[in-house]
């Protein structure tokens, strides 16, 4: 008789919320990415080879020699107050008006979704999401058990109407929604937009509903064309009763590794945060911060910016002409203004996770639709990163997807 084989000597142990965590396939792909035989559409990577390393040591030199001791020291929860001053003038660029104590410095805008979902959601609590919407919000939200509703998006972001339904719908139960949480500019994933008619319409129905609206904007500073929108947090000028939580991240405008994010929020939020900071890693790393403040009080992190926009700009125009020119009839795609992404959706008798597997075989991934969706729709769509590749394998890997889709498409219709 044969030995039962235990993969897990620990499962009896384990938390019923482990049952609800997943693994991210952006997070399963980037090794994929990191492979120079692959064109990767997967992750958002950005192109961090611009920055200047030799002004990046000269930062990093001066905070140690300046601050050395504290830079490698703990720090306070709610993040380094110098960097909070120049955070206040990043946002002001945005046109959002915060100063140093409306801010709390988190480790990455990742950390920011998971607090602010640890101190608002209980479980079986309703929260409101786009769809398709930013996979790491969906499995921070899920692991702390919320009956999520999704809302549709379209060309203008998510769809008000079926909002403002769905609401009225879950009041009528009784139920209270905690909050909805939406990428308003260059969405993740689908690269759309929230026009400004819809931001003024969500808001007056987080006023008339009582909820938050947790708005989660990295990307808006990285716009190739067309005029800035208002934030959320812009319109929402009642001092007394604010509804918008804010988040950003320092990774699309400086680079991800150095792990800082932030948000602002009426204070007693804020409060409640720095609480959830103090018992999940107690800081966010000093040295990364005083390295962060340094860079971004030199005025050149303003071209650098600009850089950024020309470079992600050409590669988005690249991908949108190569689809333009050989994806089959029957597919569309999003075209977005500006951020990092391209959502693809192809015919719905085509399912794009059987497709990865061809498409890796011919040195190409992205990612499948369906991890963007809290009910796994999305079969037949998926998301492309124009922010990784340069113009030439972006060319070349379209035109290597759209030879496998139509070889799929002239096989299925073989069948018919």
Not at 200 to 223: C, F, H, Q, V, W
Not at 245 to 263: E, H, M, Q
């Amino acid at each position: 008789m044969s030995k039962e084989i235990i993969l897990d000597h620990w499962k009896h142990l384990y938390a019923n919320r482990v049952a609800l965590m997943f693994s991210s396939e952006i997070r399963d792909l980037l090794s994929l990415s990191a492979r120079p035989d692959i064109i990767s559409f997967s992750g958002g990577l950005p192109e961090v080879r611009a920055l200047n390393y030799q002004k990046l040591e000269r930062y990093t030199q001066r905070a140690l020699k300046m601050n050395g001791d504290i830079s490698l020291q703990y720090g306070s929860s709610d993040g380094y107050y110098p960097l909070k001053t120049r955070l206040a003038e990043v946002m002001k660029l945005e046109n959002i008006d915060a100063n140093e104590e409306d801010i709390v410095i988190t480790t990455g805008g990742q950390q920011a979704i998971d607090l602010l979902a640890k101190i608002f959601i209980n479980p079986g609590d309703h929260i409101i999401i786009e769809a398709p919407g930013y996979t790491g919000a969906l499995n921070s939200f899920k692991s702390y058990e919320p009956k999520i509703v999704s809302i549709p998006v379209d060309s203008s972001g998510i769809i008000t109407s079926e909002l403002e339904q769905k609401l009225k719908e879950l009041k009528n139960k009784n139920i209270q929604v905690k909050f909805v949480y939406v990428v308003p500019n260059f969405s993740n994933p689908s690269g759309y937009t929230l026009s400004l008619s819809r931001r003024k319409k969500m808001l007056s129905l987080a006023k008339k509903y009582n909820t938050l609206i947790i708005e989660d904007n990295p990307y808006g500073m990285l716009r190739f064309e067309g005029k800035p929108i208002p934030s959320i947090k812009e319109l929402d000028t009642e001092s007394s009763n604010q509804n918008v939580v804010y988040i950003s991240t320092l990774s699309k405008i400086f680079a991800p590794g150095f792990r800082i994010g932030w948000v602002v929020a009426p204070h007693p939020i804020l409060e409640k945060l720095t609480l959830a900071v103090q018992s999940s890693d107690l800081c966010t790393s000093s040295f990364s911060q005083r390295i962060a403040y340094e860079y971004f009080s030199d005025p050149c992190w303003k071209e650098n910016v600009i850089d950024f926009i020309k470079i992600y700009s050409a590669r988005r125009d690249i991908m949108i002409k190569t689809l333009e020119n050989h994806f089959p009839p029957g597919a569309s795609w999003s075209r977005p203004e500006g951020g990092f992404f391209v959502w693809l959706r192809l015919p719905e008798f085509l399912d794009t996770k059987e497709i990865l597997a061809d498409a890796i075989r011919n040195k190409v991934a992205y990612v499948p639709g369906s991890g963007f969706y809290a009910d796994n729709r999305g079969q037949n769509e998926a998301r492309l990163a124009f922010c990784t590749e340069n113009t030439e394998n972006i060319e070349k890997g379209i035109k290597i997807l759209s030879k496998i889709i139509k070889d799929k498409i002239k096989l299925y219709r073989s069948f018919k």
